[in-house]
């Protein structure tokens, strides 16, 4: 077998991966910003509507990653076939493992299954910071934080107008 | 005197007759231990020579060309049980890692275990 080939398709596969997890930091960091954003805008306007749309945007966000990294976790699994098969060609292994389809970029579109996959106790890193962002804005919206009470606005009135 | 350990192929019976519980935490850690040393006492008592690591095993292992006859069974199964045993290592959630040690109980170290028994 020759050993380039799949050198190369290693780092083809590679490739991917590492512009797959950057896609991914780029979808995270623009979830960071905006929802921030929209919290502050909130609270500062007083529109309680808009800690709704952040629940919305997270998971909304949630929903993108995950299908990026559903992308991700086919590419890593495929450069670990690889990887057997280059330590089966490192021990002159007579028969080297060939992975199923051989050499292919080819993906499946992610699937529901792999969602459920992604929201395990075994990747809480991955929507832990999605869920506290999704609670807390439920917990805003529900609290009405930063919506000033009319009653508020009576006692000021009367009160600026008693000296 | 018997090929592999006592306690070592003992555990590695359970994890035929248990595959889902030796799949993963400690079990699988357990398992993966219990492999290796197997492994490594097989190759002791056969060939006569100990690898430091799995890839050394099997590179050590596809070199042999004078397998006694008795062992023929044994040494096939063990080439594919080290062939496929990668996935005792993993811990990540990049697929079902689950099920893929529970493919290498069930495909690969039931027929090692059943090799090893007369053995033993």
Known sequence: MDKEIVLKTWEVYQGLV????ETCWKIRTVFYTASSAVIAYAFVHSIPFLYVVVAV?????????????????????KSAQIERTLNDLLVEEPHPFIPEGGIMTAIKTPTYRGYCRLLRWRNWLFW???AFVFVCAVALACSRAGIKEPADHCDQAMHSKAP | ?????????KTLQSAVL??????????????RAAFDIASSQITKQIFNFEAETRPMRRSRLNAQKDIPEQYREVIAA????????????????????????????????RPLVKAIEPFQ
């Open chain 1, 18 to 21: 590492q512009g797959l997890g």
């Open chain 1, 57 to 77: 945007l997270s998971i909304v966000f949630l929903v993108l990653e995950a299908g990026y990294k559903q992308i991700q976790n086919q590419y890593i699994v």
């Open chain 1, 128 to 130: 832990v910071p999605y």
């Open chain 2, 1 to 9: 005197m018997p090929l592999v350990e006592r306690d070592t192929f």
């Open chain 2, 18 to 31: 248990d595959p889902k519980t030796y799949a993963s935490g400690s079990e699988r850690q357990s398992l």
């Open chain 2, 78 to 109: 063990l080439k594919k049980a080290l062939a496929t045993a990668d996935t005792l290592d993993k811990s990540g959630g990049y697929d079902d890692d689950d099920e893929d040690t529970i493919k290498f109980i069930r495909n690969a170290l």
